[in-house]
């Protein structure tokens, strides 16, 4: 039996707004991430995918179930697991070397050691060039892939992905989904990952599941039966694409909004 | 800051700012007397450095230039100390900041230099009275400033220097104290003028030290040339000290772009 890295077990988040009543943000999660999967969530806006990541992270505790990372309870945040958010949140004062090894310098590693790690992984995200710069030096593509080798840097059981390429222009988005797909593949983690992009979920997950309004519960699991997972720019033009995509719409209804 | 003497533009533009000095110092020397200015109300540059050397020789000038530049620095660095201490404590605080603003706001609206007399019933004829004064003086903008910076960093990016297990003292050190060094550095250079003017005012209100007591002196015997050549100190005395803040920002901030340096 291969080995479960993610679970959530009836999990439900609820919020007290400022005027006092409470909000339910998500209800009755259950599911489960196995050693190397890939699992993409989507859902239309506000229907709790953020605060299932932060539930995953241990940043917020959830208010009925449990979530697990390796088996472990998660009740704060551990070094188990890694975040990544549309928002690079690289530190200016801070070389790209420097911002990779942040994780590092956190959990007490000898400056070696990090130096090490970061390079190796800078290189692996094609950023050898650019480890002595700071990073308003580069473009929004780079600096993402900076933040991606920052969360590769801590050697997470699990990455917890927010919209990470959602402010990237479509090209770049393209070619940084490459890098990500091939970096998961080379590596076997395992990632749950957040996104509103149809497309960026079939071409990276073994799984997709689909979220429904808030409050927020699954309402379908789809398996993608596509090969090739180190090549999502390869996935993204395989003839069941469009017939995944079909049913994604249908189950969040896209089209009925247009209507 | 980066001047490039290279550029040609850079260098006429040098060339031009060391022509208006020697026209201004012209002028100064030339223009009253052409004028009909009496040298009691605006003393010739010549008779100013004449009056400069006879203070080098007879009335300690450098004593008291000593005396001045020392409180400036003393209580520049504490008050610099104490406004960081505090703007860093109110920051991490939003409750603390709730319940002390109003007092805060008002010390801030209070003329600090009125306090002079106060300080000098309080301690005398010391140097403490003018120390204290500036460390009053210094303390609000740097306050202001470190406070501000904490506030606006990207709580996201707090949060995720959580979900990598740091404590709190990491994210001071990582994130809080990096992130508040270009606007403390903003905050300094107001300050180091302001650090000046609380000192001298000390001076004024009380004490037979400093350059404030020189210029009284001068004042009351009548000697304008004994007061320009205080208030050329002083000045001076600012300018050393605004130029250390410059030089140890450009080394400090250097991972900004010199633009965004300039800005702040």
Redesign the interface.
């Known amino acids: 039996m291969t080995k479960r890295r993610l679970e959530f077990r009836g999990v439900t988040k609820r919020f007290s707004s400022r005027k006092g009543d409470t909000v339910t943000a998500v209800t009755g999660l259950d599911f489960h991430i196995d050693d190397g999967e890939i699992v993409s969530i989507i859902g239309p806006s506000g229907c709790g995918k953020s605060t299932l990541l932060n539930m995953g ?3 917020d505790p959830a208010s009925e179930g449990e979530v697990f990372v390796d088996g472990e309870l998660v009740t704060k ?3 188990h ?3 990544m ?1 549309q ?1 690079d ?1 690289l ?5 790209i070397r420097e911002n990779v090894e ?2 590092l ?3 007490h590693r000898a400056a070696p050691d990090r130096r090490k790690i970061a390079l190796e992984l800078l290189r692996k995200c094609r950023l050898s060039d650019f480890v002595d710069h ?1 990073p ?1 030096q580069l473009s929004g593509g780079m600096r993402q892939r900076a933040a991606l080798a920052r969360t590769l840097a ?1 050697d997470p059981a699990v990455l917890l992905m927010d919209e990470p390429f959602s402010a990237l222009d479509a090209q770049t988005k393209m070619v940084l989904q490459q890098d990500l797909g091939r970096t998961l593949a080379e590596t076997g983690k395992t990632a749950l990952f957040v996104t509103h992009d149809l497309v960026e979920a079939i071409a990276l997950s073994h799984r997709v599941l689909v979220m429904s309004q808030r409050p927020g519960r699954i309402i379908r699991e789809i398996v993608i039966d596509i090969p090739d997972m180190g090549n999502p720019m390869a996935r993204r033009k395989h003839q069941k694409v469009g017939g995944y995509i079909a049913e994604l719409m249908e189950l969040l209804h896209i089209e009925e909004a247009v209507a | 800051m980066d001047i490039d003497l290279s550029d040609p533009l850079t260098r006429r533009m040098m060339a031009l700012s060391g022509l208006l000095f020697v026209l201004f110092i012209a002028a100064w020397e030339w223009l009253p007397g052409l004028m009909k200015i009496p040298p009691f109300i605006i003393p010739p540059v010549s008779k100013v450095w004449s009056e400069f050397l006879r203070m080098m020789a007879s009335e300690h000038l450098m004593y008291h230039t000593a005396i001045t530049a020392m409180q400036v620095l003393v209580g520049f660095v504490l008050g610099m100390l104490l406004g960081m201490v505090v703007g860093f404590l109110l920051g991490m605080s939003p409750t603390a900041e709730f319940v002390l603003s109003p007092y805060i706001l008002a010390l801030q609206i209070a003329p600090k230099v009125a306090f002079a007399p106060l300080f000098v019933i309080w301690f005398g004829y010391t140097v403490y009275p003018k120390i204290l004064v500036a460390i009053l003086i210094v303390f609000f903008p740097v306050m202001v400033n470190v406070l501000g910076a904490v506030r606006s960093i990207d709580p996201d990016i707090v949060r995720l220097a959580k979900s990598f297990t740091a404590n709190r003292f990491q994210i001071f050190r990582m994130i809080e104290f990096p992130a508040s060094l270009g606007p403390l550095f903003a905050g300094l250079r107001i300050a180091a003028t302001l650090a000046v003017i609380g000192v001298v005012v000390g001076e004024l209100v009380g004490g037979n030290t400093g350059l404030g007591y020189l210029l009284t002196f001068g004042e009351g015997a009548g000697n304008t040339a004994m007061v320009f050549v205080s208030i050329i100190m002083l000045t001076i005395i600012g300018i050393l000290l605004y130029g250390a803040i410059v030089i140890i920002e450009n080394r400090v901030l250097h991972f900004m772009p010199a633009r965004d340096r300039r800005g702040a």
Not at chain 1, 91 to 95: C, E, G, M, N
């Open positions: 992270s241990g940043l945040p551990n070094a697991v890694a975040f958010l928002k949140l530190l200016p004062w801070r070389t942040f994780g310098e956190v959990l700071y308003h801590v």
